[in-house]
């Protein structure tokens, strides 16, 4: 797996998974690798002319090794048999840069998978891996078909699923106590969640808006409602 720019680069050196870089006669970061005996390339500008324009790859990509642990979710659920998990659902997330930005607040609030749809949905490209700052390399990630499908496993598997919405019968997510196996979905950037998968969740939740904006952007929202989640787990 490729990332891009020098924070992956900073973030992936403890991990030890850096294959090889990737780099313009950068002298910082040529002797940060250096320093860490990590095997470089010079290259030209022209390399990056290989990936995603659009990218603030700031001249540096990184190899890194993929060691997911799980193929599928089936597998996951089969063999992760613990008393206390968080999986977060995206439904139809179109914005690569929230998509990316949602999975760098999945890992570091210690989220145990993420689900997302086959189709209708932004899809892992080089503008969610750079987003994500590599958090793509460290969480399982699992694409699906059918996400009402994948609820009915996880609910079979012990899960409590919540659903993130501003309804009027919403619950306060600071009040709410969450189950020790906990699904969090989050949904569309304009429409929300879909209603059906609004139908199979066992609460909805809302976090509570003080100022004239009524919403907040999804990635922002999902960091808020996974601390809310983590810090009542961690009382079980």
């Not at 607040?105 to 749809?117: E, L, N, Q, R, S």
């Not at 919403?170 to 429409?191: M, P, Q, W």
Request: glycine letters at 4%.
């Amino acid at each position: 797996m490729k990332l891009f720019g020098k924070k992956a680069l900073l973030d992936n050196i403890q991990s030890k998974k850096i294959i090889k870089a990737y780099v313009t006669n950068n002298n910082d970061i040529i002797s940060v690798l250096k320093k860490n005996q990590i095997p470089f390339e010079l290259v030209s500008n022209s390399y990056f002319n290989n990936f995603d324009i659009t990218l603030n790859h700031q001249g540096v990509v990184i190899d890194v090794i993929n060691d997911k642990k799980y193929e599928s979710i089936d597998e996951f659920l089969a063999t992760n048999d613990v008393k206390q998990s968080i999986i977060v659902i995206v439904d139809a997330i179109q914005d690569p840069h929230n998509f990316g930005a949602i999975l760098r607040t999945c890992d570091a609030f210690g989220v145990d998978a993420v689900i997302y749809k086959k189709d209708n949905q932004v899809q892992i490209n080089e503008l969610v891996i750079k987003t994500s700052t590599g958090a793509v390399n460290n969480l399982n990630l699992f694409k699906v078909t059918n996400l009402n499908e994948t609820i009915a496993k996880l609910k079979d598997h012990g899960y409590w699923i919540y659903a993130s919405a501003l309804q009027s019968d919403s619950h306060d997510a600071n009040a709410v106590v969450y189950d020790a196996k906990t699904v969090l979905i989050v949904g569309n950037e304009e429409h929300g969640i879909s209603p059906l998968l609004l139908s199979k969740a066992d609460h909805v939740v809302k976090i509570p808006m003080f100022g004239i904006v009524q919403s907040l952007n999804v990635s922002v929202a999902t960091g808020i409602l996974l601390n809310n989640i983590k810090k009542s787990i961690s009382k079980k």
